[in-house]
């Protein structure tokens, strides 16, 4: 069971080509509440996905920390991060599937280290598929999909394992109306069985959603906490 | 009996059925050619040991101006058995003759003083106008008759081939009656063409010598067993001057397998990115490589070591004696020993299996030590 995340003066910056520096993220304090859907939103290009990625484990903020249950993640080494990861899901604004395996075998890829048997991941990867409604395309190589059906492949991936932590990065892109309530209903679902669901989206309407979620806005590096 | 991963990692052949059989097929042929490069000087190396061992301690001939000559038996037994350190003096009778192919070597055989391994091999010693012939004397016939050409030309009915396992030394030989040795080579009744000696301890060849060479009043020349080792270990240097040049291509192939295989690997950084931002550890991905390359490399090698033992010494593999030494009758056959060719397996493992799997860890380790962020990025630009 987890409390959430919660991250301390988070600061991300690149160094740019010509050596001047860019703060993404400006010292960012924030608590993501288990049960809760968390969605931030923003401009393009004001850091979104950089906070995702950072929460994730995916990449290590510049300052500041990020704690799950008291523990500052950002400061593990890389191989218990990679174990950490485990207990998350993560839908990526570019789906990023492994183009060489079926939407089956990217669906199962987060079971396969976790040491069952592999028809206990074929079950459990095709029930994600019928929750997204990608059941028919399942033994279909990824790259005969459209947007939208990697996008759900993506977010079939992300939940396939029951994890404590999802982090969706606009989850909803390339999917119609009705796609996108049926995204949403799901990681709704995950929040309300008290996992922490992070989601950013530039264009998300709240109508969409199917509860009332914590609502953050990211502009010039900094979170604003719009609706609790 | 597999695990998941086990499972996942042949499934990941199977994606690219081809070229996973093209690889396989290059590292069996490969680890065959290297195989048999290494296996060759060594199974002659060690086929010279063995057959040495069996040879006598010293070989003692007598000469004079016009070179070596027949030395009186009595006489020279005597005075070799008065040396210390000597065990046991054997006259030997033998000389070189004319066969229907080139010259042979002749050895007359008694029942006495023959080789232990040799006689338990022969089903009975050539009486007279019989004869035992080597494997190549006379290559590719069913040899009845045998015409031999020395002081007298005659005709000997053929009676048994010598094993086919000593033919490194006896492929040109022809075991016949001492009587009809002296016949052939012209040689007085009561004399011998050189002595063999045994001594009590192998350190003991050389320390005798002078001793042996000062107690015969005419002048002798002696061979020690390390001697002829030494002999057959320089004719030897031919076959390993062509390893060393045949070896370099294929080195190269292998170098240019292990490349490939390297960039492919690193190739999928973006894929392994994506498996450990859905939970894979270092570890899980570094397994998943290795399973996937053992189920290429490992068949590859058996079947590759294999090949090569056989073309070495398996029957019908003339070509290996062709080309190492121009052998062009019937090849020889090898003793196999054990420790050899052990080390010639694991030559072989390391020169060809390491490297293979070592591309496989170098991505693995690779993102380790990477943020998984960028390792994905790649897969975005694909």
Request: hydrophobic content about 45%; proline content about 5%; some cysteine.
């Amino acid at each position: 069971m987890t409390s959430g995340i919660t991250c301390r003066d988070l600061s991300v910056s690149f160094t740019l080509g010509n050596k001047k520096k860019r703060t993404v993220l400006d010292k960012i304090t924030a608590v993501f509440q288990a049960g809760k859907m968390s969605i931030i939103t923003g401009p393009v290009g004001t850091g979104k996905t950089t906070l995702l990625n950072t929460l994730a484990g995916l990449t290590r903020p510049t300052s500041g920390e990020v704690m799950v249950n008291d523990q500052a993640i950002s400061r593990w080494t890389g191989p218990h991060r990679d174990r950490w990861r485990r207990q998350a899901g993560i839908v990526f604004q570019h789906d990023h599937l492994v183009h060489d395996l079926t939407v089956l075998e990217n669906v199962m890829l987060p079971l396969i280290p976790l040491g069952h048997t592999l028809s206990a991941c074929r079950s459990q990867s095709m029930d994600a598929l019928e929750r997204v409604g990608l059941l028919n395309h399942a033994g279909n190589p990824v790259t005969s999909l459209s947007g939208g059906e990697r996008k759900k492949t993506a977010m079939a991936r992300a939940i396939v394992n029951q994890p404590d932590f999802i982090f969706a990065d606009e989850p909803t892109s390339h999917l119609d109306a009705e796609s996108s309530r049926q995204m949403m209903d799901l990681l709704y679902h995950h929040a309300c069985r008290n996992a922490v669901v992070i989601v950013a989206a530039h264009g998300l309407t709240l109508d969409t959603l199917p509860g009332p979620p914590l609502c953050y806005r990211l502009e010039h590096g900094v979170l604003n906490l719009l609706i609790s | 009996m597999f695990s998941t991963l086990q499972i996942w990692a042949f499934r990941d052949l199977l994606r690219r059925p081809y070229e996973s059989l093209l690889l396989g097929i290059t590292l069996t042929l490969t680890i065959a050619i290297v195989g048999t490069l290494l296996l060759f000087p060594r199974a002659v190396q060690d086929t010279l040991n063995t057959l040495l061992k069996a040879s006598p301690s010293i070989v003692l001939r007598r000469f004079d101006a016009a070179g070596f000559c027949p030395l009186p038996v009595p006489a020279s037994v005597r005075v070799a058995q008065t040396v210390v350190g000597v065990v046991s003096v054997r006259p030997r009778i033998w000389g070189l003759v004319n066969g229907p192919d080139g010259l042979l070597t002749m050895v007359g055989v008694q029942k006495e003083g023959m080789p232990e391994g040799l006689a338990s091999q022969l089903t009975r010693l050539p009486e007279r106008g019989e004869v035992i012939i080597g494997f190549g004397v006379v290559a590719g016939q069913s040899a009845g008759t045998l015409q031999l050409e020395g002081v007298i030309r005659q005709n000997y009915q053929v009676i048994d081939r010598l094993p086919e396992k000593t033919s490194l030394f006896t492929h040109d030989l022809v075991l016949m009656n001492p009587e009809d040795a002296r016949q052939l080579i012209s040689l007085p009744k009561g004399y011998a063409s050189d002595l063999a000696i045994d001594v009590f301890h192998e350190g003991e060849q050389d320390a005798i010598l002078s001793d042996l060479a000062a107690a015969f009043s005419w002048p002798v020349r002696c061979v020690t067993r390390r001697q002829s080792q030494g002999i057959s270990a320089s004719r030897l240097n031919r076959a390993r001057t062509l390893v060393a040049i045949t070896v370099i291509p294929a080195v190269l192939a292998l170098c240019l397998l292990v490349a490939v295989n390297t960039r492919k690997s690193m190739g999928r950084q973006s894929d392994l990115g994506i498996m450990k931002a859905t939970g894979w550890t270092t570890g899980d991905i570094i397994r998943f490589q290795m399973y996937r390359e053992l189920f290429v490399c490992l068949p590859s090698a058996v079947v590759g070591i294999c090949l090569s033992f056989v073309l070495v010494y398996g029957p019908g593999a003339s070509w290996v004696a062709d080309f190492f030494f121009g052998w062009k009758t019937i090849p020889p056959s090898f003793y196999l020993e054990t420790t050899g060719a052990a080390t010639v397996v694991l030559e072989v493992a390391a020169l060809m299996l390491v490297p293979v799997i070592a591309s496989a860890f170098l991505p693995a380790l690779k993102g380790a030590t990477s943020d998984v962020h960028d390792m994905i990025k790649g897969a975005g630009r694909r």
